[in-house]
């Protein structure tokens, strides 16, 4: 996988917030209501009443469209998650607010359905499916939820819903609901004890998968909200790469590319007022669980986002609940997080409006520590192997002084700025080979034209008129090249010729020394010195052998000639072809038409 961002393997990353101001709706309207959030023009800041409050991107009323949140706030974080690094959206604020909406937790597997989670399978299997070739993917979906403070397995094939009375669905309440356990890893990680990580290879059966969590999630009605989430959400989506080698590649690029890294969307349950949402009962009891688990959220992000606190090494309540430590990697740990505050803009909600801003405030001073998730073994591979190769060195450089290891520890970094210096050169250099690529192309159509123009003005001083000299153009330019051709078929046959002379009058030469030297070797060898008739004799058989040579190499140059003559053909045809589409571009409004050139 090409990760575009260059990443140290260590990365201090704040948490993201942005607000999310859905519009008002129909109970809202009916009961009068007003919208009393103000959005400075231009800026991501929203006020209301005496408040201002300043985030990382603000979305909805006037402010830049909801539809925008997928692509500024969530897609970094799938590139991210593709470079090995945790990834969390989480969803916060008051009852009715938008936050389901807003994630798109309630999927029902319509096509056109919006919302975050939809978004991101399609981009990852798209991501996947364009990144296949060199790595292996294995990707796995789990969907809790926490209800009245117990874990609960969204995807739990075995857990039938049961639908009790008008909107509520209890599935909490069905007998075969068992809770799960939370664990701690040995390094400090928090794992769910048996919750269905179900391997899926199609955005098809991820999102078949999320419907059905979806449908099995605990909704309930409420004067706030008629299908109210009475939990909190976590849908998470488990990626683990492996660079696939080949063999000779794995000698070389050593095997520790394994990259593990989750992308947690969380819905929250919606913090409620008993007083206005008329809960009592069993909704009562879930709205004090649901503000319970809100309060630990909020106690967490107050201990992360004070400065002071935090320098002070503070302790921060992870364990205060279930919500907070399944989250603790998302806030002030291994994570990349954006936070969504849902708001109303109602002004009878704007009690609750304040509160959500104020609590989104301090979030944005959260501190997380990303890194990338290397598989143990391998990480612990490459770093044994790095190790390996500086003690190598030391050792070697140990041997000859301490002066040397100075010289060493200089020449490393003079070998890392180098290989900066040399990065930036050879994309500079890339880039000058493109312009000069270029400025060739340029001068050659540039040449072309002037050729063009000369013919023009030349035919126009002959006295045609404009549209002869048009219509001529491509006949003329056809006649141009093929004059040009010609010509230089003739100079270069007349230079082979030259060349060819040259080397037949040598070789005949050697030969009639050759050759006379050998006679003269018979004849001082005791033959009789010819008569008159024989040596006539010599010189015809002499001159035939000429002439059978000359003939033979007079065939070679016609040969030569023929083939000289096929490869200009081709030429000429390639450049006629040049010409057609150049022509072809002209007539669309390019720059080289003559007669804008001539206009200007
Ligand atoms: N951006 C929006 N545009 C139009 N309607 C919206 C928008 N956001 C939310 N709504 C509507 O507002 C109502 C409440 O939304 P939603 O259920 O998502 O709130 P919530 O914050 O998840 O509530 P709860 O915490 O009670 O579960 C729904 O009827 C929903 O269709």
């Given at each position: 996988m090409e990760c575009s961002e260059v990443a140290p393997h260590h990365q201090k990353d704040s948490v993201k917030v942005a607000v999310n101001i859905r519009p008002l709706i129909t109970p809202e309207l009916l009961l009068g209501c007003t919208d009393c959030v103000t959005i400075t023009p231009g800026e991501p800041q929203v006020q209301i009443g005496p408040h201002v409050f300043t985030y990382d991107h603000v979305y909805g009323s006037k402010s830049?469209?909801?539809?925008?949140i997928f692509e500024q706030c969530v897609h970094p974080l799938i590139d991210s998650l593709f470079c090995g690094y945790n990834a969390t959206v989480l969803a916060y604020g008051q009852t009715g607010s938008g936050k389901t909406y807003t994630m798109g937790t309630n999927y029902t597997g319509e096509a056109n359905c919006g919302g975050i989670i939809p978004q991101v399978m399609e981009t990852i299997f798209k991501k996947v499916d364009a990144l296949k070739d060199g790595t292996e993917y294995l990707i796995r979906v789990s969907f809790i939820e926490i209800f009245k403070e117990e874990v609960f397995d969204l995807?739990?094939?075995?857990h039938a819903a049961l639908r009790l009375d008008s909107g509520y669905v209890a599935k909490a309440a069905a007998p075969s609901r068992v809770p799960i356990q939370i664990r701690e890893t040995v390094n400090g990680g928090i794992t769910l004890a048996g919750v269905t990580e179900a391997d899926v290879k199609t955005k098809e059966e991820m999102a078949s998968l999320l419907a059905r969590g979806s449908s099995s999630r605990a909704t309930g009605s409420t004067n706030m909200n008629s299908q109210s989430s009475r939990s909190h959400a976590i849908f998470t989506i488990s990626l683990e790469q492996k660079k696939v080698f080949s063999a000779s590649d794995k000698l070389a690029c050593n095997d520790y590319n394994i990259l593990s890294s989750k992308f947690h969307l969380v819905d929250l349950a919606g913090s409620e007022r008993a007083k206005r949402t008329g809960a009592d009962g069993l909704r009562l009891k879930e709205g004090i669980h649901i503000n319970r688990g809100l309060l630990a959220l909020g106690n967490v992000i107050s201990a992360l986002g004070d400065e002071k606190k935090r320098k002070e090494g503070a302790f921060v309540p992870y364990r205060d609940s279930k919500l907070t430590r399944l989250l603790q990697d998302s806030l002030g740990g291994n994570s990349r997080t954006v936070m969504i505050a849902c708001i109303s803009p109602a002004d009878s909600n704007a009690e609750e409006t304040i509160n959500t801003l104020k609590y989104a405030n301090r979030a944005r001073n959260i501190q997380n520590k990303a890194?990338?998730?290397?598989d143990p073994v391998t990480a612990e591979m490459q770093r044994l192997r790095s190790q390996l190769e500086q003690l190598q060195t030391e050792l070697l450089f140990s041997r000859s002084g301490s002066a040397a290891l100075e010289e060493l520890q200089l020449l490393q970094q003079k070998v890392s700025l180098l290989e900066l210096k040399n990065s930036e050169l050879n994309h500079e250099l890339k880039e000058k080979e493109l312009s000069c690529d270029q400025l060739a192309q340029r001068a050659l159509a540039a040449q072309l034209e002037k050729d063009r123009l000369m013919l023009k003005l030349e035919s126009a001083r002959n006295g045609k008129s404009w549209d002869a000299i048009e219509n001529a153009d491509t006949d003329q330019d056809v006649d141009i090249m093929k004059n040009y051709i010609l010509k230089i078929q003739q100079l270069e046959g007349e230079l082979m010729r030259q060349k060819f002379s040259t080397t037949c009058k040598n070789g005949l030469d050697d030969r009639f020394t050759m050759e006379k030297d050998l006679l003269l070797d018979d004849l001082s060898?005791?033959?009789?010195?010819?008569?008159p008739d024989a040596s006539s004799e010599v010189d015809e058989e002499k001159e035939r052998e000429h002439s059978s040579m000359q003939d033979k190499l007079d065939n070679e140059l016609q040969e030569l000639d023929k083939r000289l003559q096929q490869k200009e053909i081709g030429r000429y045809w390639g450049y006629q072809f040049y010409i057609t589409s150049h022509k072809t571009y002209t007539q669309q409004g390019g720059d080289t038409n003559p007669r804008q050139r001539l206009a200007r």
């Open positions: 830049s469209p909801s539809s925008l995807l739990d094939a075995s890194v990338i998730n290397r060898s005791g033959c009789e010195l010819g008569t």
